[in-house]
């Protein structure tokens, strides 16, 4: 964490980013979406650019329905600046395997959602083709 931003910045970004850790688990309703991401929330990863919360709804129910159970969590504690912070994470199947690793970078609105994110895929799936 940086001396530029203060102690309840800094708690309010934490929040933010427990609810989107949160929101990438199977589960997370309607109301905690909404809670979570702005409406138009903007998201650019390797396997595309999805701009809306409805959007990035579908993304988690279709990798659900693809996974089946899993678990998205952080690596190590994030690290956060003004309205930005940095998630390394990690996907864990119900096996317990390290299915992949990655880090986000949000951008949090004044309201405390997200409103943007860049994820990088720092150890991509077995098989995974960024050009495909």
């Not at 996907?91 to 990655?102: I, K, M, P, Q």
Request: aromatic content about 10%; proline content about 4%; charged content about 30%.
């Amino acid at each position: 964490m940086t001396e530029t931003t203060s102690k309840s910045e800094r708690s309010e970004l934490v929040d933010t980013i427990e609810r989107y850790v949160r929101f990438w688990n199977p589960g997370a309703d309607d109301a905690f979406t909404a809670e979570t991401l702005v409406e138009d929330v903007e998201y650019c990863a390797p396997v595309g650019v999805l701009t809306g919360s409805a959007a990035l709804v579908d993304f988690r129910r279709q990798f659900t329905d693809h996974m089946g159970s899993y678990e998205f969590r952080r690596r190590t504690a994030p690290d956060l600046h003004h309205d930005r912070a940095r998630l390394s994470w990690e996907l864990v199947t119900a096996t317990g395997d390290s299915f992949a690793e990655g880090t986000d970078v949000l951008t949090v609105a004044d309201d405390g959602r997200v409103r943007a994110v860049t994820v990088f895929l720092d150890r991509p799936p077995a098989g995974f083709d960024a050009h495909a």
